[in-house]
DNA sequence: TGTACATCAGTGAACGCGCGTTCACTGATGTAC
DNA sequence: TGTACATCAGTGAACGCGCGTTCACTGATGTAC
């Protein structure tokens, strides 16, 4: 079934991986085709050989953007419950992380792109809704079985939130900051077992 | 002091004023110096009287729009306290309305322009940092005096990525149901008397 | 009150530039016999 | 194994377009006497 993949598949591959980080660095806008091309060792005519446009690339590079950040923080998460931490706080400090809050390029493409989802086209739309349900999927693995419904959604409203106006107050001491007390309210809130009051 | 603004001035609040709503509907990405003239009834050469650039528009629009923002709250905060509701409620009931869903344009630009501001131009982000801290200072001061410091700028967080998300999940049931759930758990959580657990 | 002139807000044509997209072509890879 | 040909990935010039910015000009407003 996998079968090696073609020379024009490895290509194809590059283009999306090397418009994944630039879409997180730069933004929808931030994002030209003759500069992924050029980033990607090609040049831009080859472009509509691979996508139909550039909306494509841009749904694409944003489903391969979920899926990275998904596969670095199950990474991250997976030290940090071998250290015996519970597989909430193990979320929770990674993606309220120095780390990611510096380097957007590989993080979370919904914290990194959230308020321009709404203004894309559809089929980038679409898939901006499939990260978004997939994060909140991630935040409900690992909260207690109990959690009443809606809750999953809550606290990746709270990461997400937490993680953009770290970023708005800047890459400093005022962010970084901002980003502890972030954690330190999620784990007590949430980490099970869960604190009285319904 | 306040003399009789001049006609300059009448038609420089007019710009600003027009992309203060601009911003917020279609991004700073969105705002074109042509398109904005036009919609205040001028001609684009005129322009250059009024801003150095198109960039000292985005952070007066930026300002003007928290402002307007701000305004709007307070308002309809005021008529939500003489129905003998909580200051925080009336803050978070109105943040996290349906019509602060489907009406970015006259809403918050923190919330409407989040993921894009770390990547504008120096002065635009001077103006963006300011703009988290008067919504972080309209939190602080609808919270209880005890609260915990750095509580508001979670609360602020919490607000800012409910409504982000259920911006991204569209204007439907699905989103509404998700600010409903947001709203209930802000009120459960910090409103005074505090739960139980520290 | 009326005339002459200076000031000033706004006009519209033009500029250089970068964008997304198209397309005729090239050179390498793979297949047929 | 070697030759002839078809396929295909990638090249680079060109397109139409909209952008931010500049600037010589116009027509209205305000001031001096």
């Known amino acids: 079934m996998d079968a090696a993949p073609s020379r024009k598949q490895l290509t194809h591959d590059r283009i999306v991986d090397t418009a994944a980080r630039a879409l997180r660095s ?21 472009f509509y050989a691979h996508f139909a446009s550039r909306d494509a690339l841009l749904a694409e590079a944003l489903e391969h953007a979920g899926e990275d ?7 991250s998460m997976a030290a940090g419950e071998s250290k015996g931490h519970s597989r ?3 979320l929770v400090d990674n ?24 203004r894309q086209a559809d089929a980038v ?8 349900r997939s994060l909140i999927a991630l935040v409900e693995s690992v909260l207690p079985a109990d959690a009443p419904a809606g809750t999953a959604a809550i606290v990746a409203s709270q990461l997400v939130g937490s993680l953009q106006v770290a970023r708005m107050l800047g890459d400093n ?3 970084r900051r901002h980003l502890a007390a972030a ?3 999620l784990l007590e809130r949430f980490e099970s ?3 009285a009051g319904r």
Chains 1, 2 share one sequence.
């Open 95 to 118: 993606y309220l992380s120095d780390r990611h809050l510096a380097s957007p390029e590989s993080g979370c493409p919904v914290a990194a792109l959230a308020s321009e989802m709404p």
């Open 26 to 46: 730069t933004g929808f806008h931030g994002i030209g085709v003759a500069d992924i091309m050029k980033k990607a060792g090609l040049t831009h005519g080859g």
């Open 88 to 90: 909430l706080r193990a």
């Open 173 to 175: 001491a005022q962010g």
């Open 183 to 185: 954690r330190q309210f």
């Open 193 to 195: 077992p869960r604190p």
């Open 125 to 132: 739309r679409d898939a901006a809704a499939a990260r978004v």
């Open 69 to 75: 950040s998904r596969a670095r923080l199950h990474k």
